[in-house]
């Protein structure tokens, strides 16, 4: 179902799997994280859904947990910045297309900084949903869909929240809203890599995430 989409993913030097359950990408993740590695994570409900975080934190791992109870928004910083030397990043993908690329709108922007350069190993963990056609197809996706999701969820004061989609949702303009709460700041597209196999994509055929 995916052979196209793998194909062109490791077309563009980036390793590339297909997984039938979340249970398969969570037991992959548990293979090929080392104990003892420096582990860090991009905010992601996948990730949350597939039992990764949890798996994280009990795991024999050295886990930056951007999510741990009591944390000030300064200690939130720092492990941003400190992911930047993890062993291994695990993170999600807005939309992953048919030719290879990924593409990701971040807000806070350490999830896609973290993704072009830093950790030594990034795993993206992406339900069968975020396959989209191209590049137009994903830019429409965050915008009238998974924008909006995450800022009810996030609870942000921005256009898409109260309207379910970009103010900008026809077309590819991005301008966006003028909120402080806006989640949709640096825009990426990942292409083909220089280093080749330190992106690891696994696509889960189900639907996971926004």
């Not at 590819?172 to 949709?184: A, E, L, P």
């Amino acid at each position: 179902m995916f052979e196209n989409v793998i194909k062109n993913l490791e077309r563009n030097n980036m390793n590339a799997l297909a997984v039938e359950t979340a249970s398969d990408a969570l037991e992959y993740i548990r293979k090929t994280i080392p104990d003892g590695a420096t582990v860090s994570n991009g905010g992601s409900v996948t990730l949350s859904k597939i039992g990764a975080i949890e798996l994280l934190r009990k795991g024999n791992y050295n886990f930056l947990d951007r999510g741990a109870e009591g944390l000030t928004r300064d200690e939130i910083e720092e492990i941003f910045r400190r992911s930047f030397f993890a062993d291994y990043y695990l993170m999600s993908s807005n939309a992953i297309t048919e030719d290879g690329l990924l593409y990701n709108v971040d807000g806070n922007s350490n999830r896609v900084a973290a993704l072009v350069y830093g950790p030594e190993n990034v795993i993206i963990v992406a339900g069968r949903n975020k396959i989209v056609k191209n590049i137009d197809e994903a830019i429409k996706r965050v915008k009238t869909f998974a924008a909006p999701k995450n800022c009810v969820r996030l609870n942000c004061t921005t256009y898409c929240n109260a309207k379910g989609e970009c103010v900008c949702a026809d077309s590819n303009d991005f301008d966006g809203c003028d909120t402080d709460s806006r989640i949709c700041c640096n825009y990426v597209i990942s292409s083909k890599q220089r280093k080749k196999g330190r992106i690891t994509v696994i696509i889960v055929n189900e639907d996971l995430g926004y």
